[in-house]
């Protein structure tokens, strides 16, 4: 009989968690795999996944029947993004990302970790966590401070269960509208990440952003090069 595997997606509307998802998947290819999208909103199209929608993230676990005789693989894929505008205080849209971006996602980490009936563990985050563009300012924040707070959640014990992923523009929903620059991903590119990375840690996709990234913070000129080029992020 085949190993046991069930992976639970955060966010199943998302597309880089499918992305990640379909990674795991491969990875886990002579499994038995069975895998629960965790959505807001009702399902559209047919799925072979089980679906569950809830009011907010967080009351997820308390619903789930986690087993503890298999493989369990978590994926956190959702957020908001919503760029500063001049009709909204900061301090407004500072909180709304923070809401579901920071908090939420560390609530459900926390949990997770303390369980501790996970095998994997993949959080999504955003290069714009390492540094800050004036359009995108607060959701910048939000997942700079979320990096911040999952970071001390992880220990000698657990640091090779968990992955955080950093990855660059993706053609998704969340940027609806938005036009991509010279620094992006997609969908093929994050599967192939996922398969070839097996050991947790932060992961930036595509891997030659992480020094760009270093750049941004070191030099605002790259910054400012960035946000001009297009608000895509």
Do not use: C
């Not at 997770?112 to 300012?137: C, G, Q």
Request: avoid cysteine; aromatic fraction near 12%.
């Amino acid at each position: 009989m085949a190993k046991q595997l069930s992976i639970y997606l955060f966010g199943g509307n998302s597309k880089i968690g499918n992305s990640i998802l379909n990674g795991v998947i491969d990875r886990y290819s002579d499994y038995s795999i069975r895998t629960v999208l965790i959505k807001r909103t009702k399902q559209k199209n047919p799925t072979d996944s089980d679906v569950l929608i809830v009011n907010n993230y967080s009351e997820a676990l308390d619903i789930l029947n986690i087993k503890k005789d298999v493989i369990n693989v978590f994926i956190l894929s959702f957020g908001v993004l919503r760029p500063e505008d001049k009709n909204i205080e900061f301090i407004d849209n500072l909180k709304f990302h923070l809401s579901i971006n920071t908090y939420e996602t560390f609530r459900i980490v926390k949990k997770i970790i303390m369980s501790e009936n996970y095998d994997e563990l993949h959080i999504v985050s955003s290069i714009l966590a390492d540094f800050e563009r004036p359009t995108l300012k607060s959701y910048s924040m939000s997942k700079m401070y979320m990096n911040e707070l999952v970071e001390k959640l992880i220990s000698s014990k657990n640091k090779e269960k968990v992955f955080i992923w950093k990855p660059a523009f993706v053609d998704s929903n969340l940027n609806k509208d938005r036009t991509s620059s010279f620094l992006k991903t997609n969908s093929g590119e994050i599967r192939k990440y996922i398969v070839k990375n097996k050991i947790g840690g932060t992961h930036y996709i595509p891997f030659y952003s992480r020094y760009l990234t270093f750049l941004a913070k070191k030099i605002s000129f790259v910054t400012n090069f960035i946000d001009k080029k297009s608000d895509n992020y």
